[in-house]
């Protein structure tokens, strides 16, 4: 068995601890459960998912993408069903991971993996500064941009907690100008954990009027599957909760694996088995009663950039969030959510690749794919996270398509021996729909009068539609024309 480089991984398991706090109790509170039940979700993404093989660096817990699902689910069937839910969930996707459906996701374009960065590190940054300053976000990105300037304007004037702005800037501060500070403590103490740490110290010391954690004990709010909700889930709407549920946690986690994988160059993503590990997770999280979990990339990005070498500092972070919520929950009600979200703010400002779009903003050749990276995390700011990669994985195949149909026409004016006059019209490429009006715009402009051959013998490709629009066009040039035309190699039979 590998040996575990401590002195990586339990600093990096305090950060994504860190991070992945306020990201349980913000999501379980969005959904319409209690706090509680998120950290469950985490903890069982720690300990479970954690030792099981699949990704190394992926950190699991409960994800903003199923927030409006599983509110609505709660509205419609209780929260009671919520566990039966989630059971049917993990049980699918161990059935879709056994079944290697995994593998299939990996086909992902580099741009839309970092616009997908993009649009979660900009969605958290904007949410966060309202936490910020002691403020509740609004519900969808466009809102919480629209929001941007009151913010502003309330934290500039005093309408908001002066306390709590000031204390959350003094924390961003300090994540920012710690790692260049000189001596030994700064390299080997995490970032986040120093801020942190300084907040907590400040607040308790003067006493400061800021929110904080508040969390009380997991056993009260842990409930099996209520076996009365069976007869509402087995109708057409729960099932289909179920399916939804799947895919999207699903796609969430594995486009997730996608972006980690290009973040360090440790051992990669076997998608099947972590698909296997997230059905797992899942069915654990269905029997106590708790959120669905996904794959995190904030999480997972945080645990990369401080520095984590193996699974251990993921399987750590569960550990700290059970024995903090479980057995020290006074400890966590010192940390102020303001310095909470200051790390979430500074981890979403990490996120956004400026290298990679500068970069490619730069190459002319590559400014398609800068495109596709903008639109990914415009889509993704304006929807959600699966609706985003959607948008953004349709332009990137429209792109593919549009320029792998490259089709050359060639078009020669001839003389024959004979003195006679006559055009040859050649063409090499892909002939697909997509040049079909390049093509048959060349074809038309075609005098009547003059004999005329067209050689398609160097087209790797032809589709239907092309080939349709040739015999027709052929058809209509031989009945308006008293010119010979040839066609080398004939064309088709085409229904």
Known sequence: MRAVPW??????????????????????????????????T???????????????????????????????AVQRFGAG????????????????????????????????????????????LFGQLYALADRRAPASGPEKIAGLPALLGDALTGAATPSAVTL?????????????????????????????????????????????????????????????????????????????????????????AAAVDRMHHGPRTDYDRELTAQGLGNTVCGLLGALPMTAVIVRSAANVQAGARTKASRTLHGLWLLLFTALMPGALGLVPLTALAAVLVHAGAKLVPLRRIAALCRGREHRGEAVVLAVTAVAIIGTDLFEGVLIGIGLAVVKSAWQTSHLQIGVEELVRPSGEAWQRVRLSGNATFLRLPRLLDTLERLPADRPVELDWSGLRHLDHACTLALASWAAQHRARSTAPLAVEPPLPTVA
């Open 42 to 72: 985490g903890i069982v993404g720690g300990l479970v998912v954690g030792l099981t093989p699949g990704s190394s660096l992926q950190v699991s817990g409960p994800a903003a993408g199923l927030t409006v699902l599983v509110y609505d």
């Open 168 to 256: 959350g800037i003094g924390t961003l501060l300090v994540l920012v100008c710690w790692p260049y500070l000189p001596g030994r403590i700064a390299r080997s103490v995490p970032a986040p954990l120093a801020a942190v740490g300084l907040a907590a110290a400040v607040t308790a010391a003067a006493d400061l009027p800021v929110a904080r954690v508040r969390v009380a004990g997991l056993l009260d709010v842990v409930e099996l599957p209520d076996r009365a909700a069976l007869g509402a889930l087995a109708g057409t709407a729960g099932l289909g909760t179920v399916v939804a549920f799947t895919l999207i946690a699903s796609a969430e986690t594995l486009f997730s």
């Open 81 to 124: 069903a919520l566990g039966l839910l989630v059971l049917g969930t993990g049980l699918l996707q161990l059935a879709m991971g056994a079944l290697r459906l995994g593998r299939w996701f990996r086909a992902m374009s580099a741009s839309v993996v970092h616009g997908m960065l993009a649009g979660i590190g900009l969605t958290l």
């Open 7 to 40: 002195r990586y991984d339990l600093p990096a398991s305090l950060v994504v601890f860190l991070v992945a706090l306020p990201l349980c109790v913000g999501v379980a509170v969005a959904s319409g459960v209690p706090a509680e039940l998120g950290l469950v």
